[in-house]
């Protein structure tokens, strides 16, 4: 991989090859399999390599589920499906103990947590309790049952996804719980071409789709090979003029009306000091992703409003004026000197 001289100082070690040509291999995998939604595949090879969970918002239909479960056949990883419903309980998510007659002793069955990737389908369906047991695995990569606590995979990562109009017996997720997912990701449906294709393959499918599936197969990467990846994605070079762009960013959130007074009084809570880290792991990873080792504003800027919507608090009078938090990440960027016009070219030639 080549280096960008205006923003190293130092050559750090370059990812191996092997490694980072698998993961990239992984992606044009996933792209052959699912069409019209290239943002969301990259964010979840994203979470992927970061270790952070992600959060799919769209309505139904579109792929969601799928590119999951695509996912977890490209990677040699156990693989569990959750649907959550109002009257689900945490046991049925963490597992429990079952007592054994025969043995006269009980036994801890493990749960769907206990899976190296998990699909929490309409996760705001579920209600309280549940939520907090998932908080804990999210949070904790454990999860305590009958005041014993049970690790749970290294490689473990929740894949999340709701519906934004159906909110008829749901439950708005806590905000402590909406700051664990690394990404919030909105999706839409397909242009009139990609819907096309998906057709095209759907019917291609049906007329003997085996070769796909093979392929799929014979390009799967194992577990040991993405937490070895995910260690050099901590490696990435991050330069110093962008952690503090990061920095200034996400300070930014708390008080927009710094830098634009038309911003005033929007905002009752700004993002974290977790949103920074999220933005700067997520950067290096996509650098990884599209074959860098070193992360460029355009990294950032992309994934800014993923990591950043969900995290910001907005009131009414933001309501009624018709912003939304992505509306202020889009005008931060523009505002904000260090971005200099929301591509950051001031910080290219740091």
Sequence with gaps: ????????????????????????????????????????????????????????????????????????????????????????????????????????????????????????????????????????????RQVTVGGTTYPLPPMFLVMATQNPLEQSGTYPLPEAQLDRFLLHVLIDYPSAEQERSILDMDLAAGEGGGDRADAETHTRIDAAVVLQAREEVRRVYLAATLRAAIVELVRCTRAPQLHDPALEGLVDAGASPRAMLALAHSAQALAYLRGRDYVIPDDIVELAPDVLRHRIVLNLEAELRAIDADALVRRLLEVSPAWAGGAGPGLRGA
Excluded: W, Y
């Excluded at 990812?15 to 990259?42: F, K, T």
């Excluded at 009257?87 to 025969?102: Q, S």
């Excluded at 009980?106 to 206990?114: K, Q």
């Design 1 to 140: 991989m080549s280096a960008h001289p205006l923003l190293k100082t130092t050559p750090p070690a370059a990812a191996a090859p092997s490694r980072q040509a698998a993961v990239v291999e992984l992606r044009a995998v996933l792209a052959q399999r699912i069409v019209g939604q290239q943002a969301l595949l990259d964010r979840m090879v994203v979470a992927l390599l970061t270790g952070g969970h992600l959060l799919v918002e769209g309505l139904p239909g579109l792929a969601k589920t799928t590119a999951v479960k695509a996912l977890a056949r490209a990677v040699h990883a156990s693989f569990q499906r959750v649907q959550f419903t109002p009257d689900l309980l945490p046991g049925d998510i963490t597992g429990g103990d079952i007592f054994l007659p025969a043995e006269g002793c009980s036994r801890f069955v493990a749960g769907p947590l206990f899976h190296d990737i998990v699909l929490a389908d309409e996760i705001n369906r579920a209600p309280a309790k549940v939520q907090s047991a998932l908080l804990e695995a999210m949070q904790e």
